[in-house]
């Protein structure tokens, strides 16, 4: 028997993957496998789809920042395990259809959730916790050897999915108080309830070996949990929010580009300007959110590459947050205006703003874009500019691909990509007087209250010249931003 079974030489058996105890036992049919597979895939496509969608109206920008991260890794897992079904003798494969109502209804309240209390429990104590120990249990329930290359991709998944437990289970100790959870308790069990639902009739497809079990399905759907906040359906809400540390978000009263490019200023205020730019960012995944949520039908590659730049944008935002932080400065005293996103959520379709995004992108490739950002990081003597510059260029070619792949061809070539993308992008002439005459800024200048802030760091008297920069947007043409804009 296995306990008695040697190895040569006392050698770690069956490439160090399992005991022999482990391994005799017979574990998972592919079929049953395969099933499990897909409940997990459609997991990680609902969080993914969760996750994006509230990015925009979050107010919080370290819930911004983090939802982010996490729908790029869900993204990813989901990309995984559609690969493994893939192998497993399983064509058609299936993935679009939902695995189980309960399941359905579960993911759907969750995207619905009316307030962040209640979107952080369902996300971070129900959602997250429920798949990860539906994980482990393929774990234990599977043959360790037969179907090592399932527990590869789980074992990787679950290696995120602590990091977004541990992640969620902070903010919810910062953010959730007893009241809140108690006013969510009946909603609580609800969720509860469905994964019961969803596991027993799990259960149930195992043992009878097909997806349903005759009447199953027809007695699962009749018996689904009354919905709460999913009984309409879910909307996007594409108007952008911020908390309270970002104030007057419709402000244009310094021009950071005609700075930037004013050949008479020295490189090191230059970087206070790099730094707004970088986290004034955190408009471009309140953008993206909206393309990724309202595209639909596209190869899952294309959401897996868009979440991938919503991320990485979103780290430009942080990169912007460190680089202000390591000169000492209350970044809060800068304008992080939502102008941008604002109005192209309110005033472009999907396609209009991937338009501006590539045609802001591309534009950044050029000498005068990214390079130059990055030089000026060099020449400033502050290394951590340098870093932060070097990176953002390497992942902005990266997103100038992603737009060569995705974006492109839905015009069909280049230059009518491009026409198109100068199109739209005129579509939104500056608002600079409207938003003024409607009260909603007076465009204050931010820029000496920072500007004195890194004086006393770098322990210097303010330059008079530099100091009394006032240039703002008023006269920008409306394509300027493309030199080297948000994205
Ligand atoms: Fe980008
Ligand atoms: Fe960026």
């Keep these: 028997?296995?306990?008695?079974?040697?190895?040569?030489?006392?050698?770690?058996?069956?490439?160090?993957?399992?005991?022999?105890?482990?391994?005799?036992?017979?574990?998972?049919?592919?079929?049953?496998?395969?099933?499990?597979?897909?409940?997990?895939?459609?997991?990680?496509?609902?969080?993914?789809?969760?996750?994006?969608?509230?990015?925009?109206?979050?107010?919080?920008?370290?819930?911004?920042?983090?939802?982010?991260l996490h729908s790029y890794l869900c993204a990813e897992h989901v990309q995984a395990l559609r690969n493994r079904v893939a192998e497993m003798r399983e064509p058609p494969l299936g993935l679009e259809d939902v695995p189980d109502p309960a399941l359905q209804v579960f993911f759907d309240e969750i995207l619905a959730a009316p307030t962040t209390t209640e979107l952080l429990v369902g996300l971070y104590e129900k959602a997250v916790p429920a798949l990860d120990a539906a994980l482990a249990r393929h774990r234990d329930d599977t043959n360790p050897i037969a179907d090592a290359p399932s527990l590869r991709i789980c074992r990787f998944a679950r290696l995120e999915l602590a990091d977004m437990l541990d992640f969620g289970r902070k903010a919810i100790a910062s953010l959730v108080d007893d009241t809140a959870r108690e006013a969510m308790r009946p909603w609580l069990e609800l969720l509860d309830e469905c994964l019961a639902r969803a596991s027993r009739a799990g259960r149930g497809q195992e043992s009878h070996?097909?997806?349903?079990?005759?009447?199953?399905?027809?007695?699962?759907?009749?018996?689904?949990?009354?919905?709460?906040?999913?009984?309409?359906?879910?909307?996007?809400?594409?108007?952008?929010?911020?908390?309270?540390?970002?104030?007057?978000?419709?402000?244009?009263?310094?021009?950071?580009?005609?700075?930037?490019?004013?050949?008479?200023?020295?490189?090191?205020?230059?970087?206070?300007?790099?730094?707004?730019?970088?986290?004034?960012?955190?408009?471009?995944?309140?953008?993206?959110?909206?393309?990724?949520?309202?595209?639909?039908?596209?190869?899952?590659?294309?959401?897996?590459?868009?979440?991938?730049?919503?991320?990485?944008?979103?780290?430009?935002?942080?990169?912007?947050?460190?680089?202000?932080?390591?000169?000492?400065?209350?970044?809060?005293?800068?304008?992080?205006?939502?102008?941008?996103?604002?109005?192209?959520?309110?005033?472009?379709?999907?396609?209009?703003?991937?338009?501006?995004?590539?045609?802001?992108?591309?534009?950044?490739?050029?000498?005068?874009?990214?390079?130059?950002?990055?030089?000026?990081?060099?020449?400033?003597?502050?290394?951590?500019?340098?870093?932060?510059?070097?990176?953002?260029?390497?992942?902005?070619?990266?997103?100038?691909?992603?737009g060569r792949e995705w974006y492109i061809p839905q015009l069909g070539g280049w230059k009518e990509a491009l026409d198109y993308g100068d199109k739209c992008w005129s579509k939104i002439l500056s608002n600079w007087a409207a938003v003024r005459d409607q009260g909603l800024t007076r465009h204050e200048n931010w820029w000496p209250g920072i500007y004195r802030q890194a004086c006393r760091t770098w322990g210097i008297e303010p330059d008079p010249r530099i100091l009394s920069y006032a240039t703002t947007y008023e006269d920008q043409r409306a394509d300027l931003k493309s030199v080297t804009g948000s994205a």
Excluded at 7 to 28: S, V
Excluded at 45 to 52: A, N, S
Excluded at 286 to 295: D, L, N, R, S, Y
Excluded at 360 to 371: A, S, V
């Design 209 to 402: 070996g097909s997806p349903l079990p005759p009447g199953e399905g027809l007695r699962v759907r009749e018996n689904a949990p009354r919905r709460m906040h999913s009984a309409a359906p879910y909307v996007y809400d594409p108007v952008p929010k911020r908390d309270e540390r970002f104030q007057d978000l419709f402000n244009q009263g310094v021009n950071a580009e005609a700075f930037i490019y004013d050949a008479a200023i020295e490189a090191r205020p230059k970087t206070l300007m790099m730094l707004y730019k970088r986290i004034r960012e955190i408009d471009v995944p309140e953008m993206m959110a909206g393309i990724i949520h309202q595209t639909r039908g596209k190869p899952w590659e294309y959401y897996r590459d868009m979440s991938r730049q919503l991320w990485d944008e979103a780290r430009h935002a942080m990169l912007g947050e460190i680089g202000f932080v390591a000169l000492g400065i209350d970044w809060t005293q800068a304008r992080i205006t939502h102008n941008w996103s604002f109005r192209l959520n309110t005033e472009c379709t999907p396609l209009e703003r991937h338009a501006v995004l590539y045609f802001i992108e591309q534009g950044l490739m050029t000498k005068t874009g990214k390079r130059y950002e990055w030089e000026l990081g060099q020449a400033s003597g502050i290394p951590l500019m340098a870093t932060i510059q070097d990176y953002d260029w390497a992942d902005e070619v990266l997103h100038a691909q992603l």
């Design 1 to 68: 028997m296995a306990h008695a079974y040697q190895t040569h030489r006392n050698l770690p058996p069956l490439a160090g993957l399992a005991t022999m105890a482990d391994a005799i036992q017979p574990g998972l049919s592919v079929e049953a496998c395969v099933a499990r597979l897909k409940r997990y895939h459609y997991a990680f496509v609902r969080l993914h789809e969760i996750l994006t969608a509230r990015i925009t109206a979050e107010p919080i920008y370290e819930l911004k920042t983090a939802f982010a």
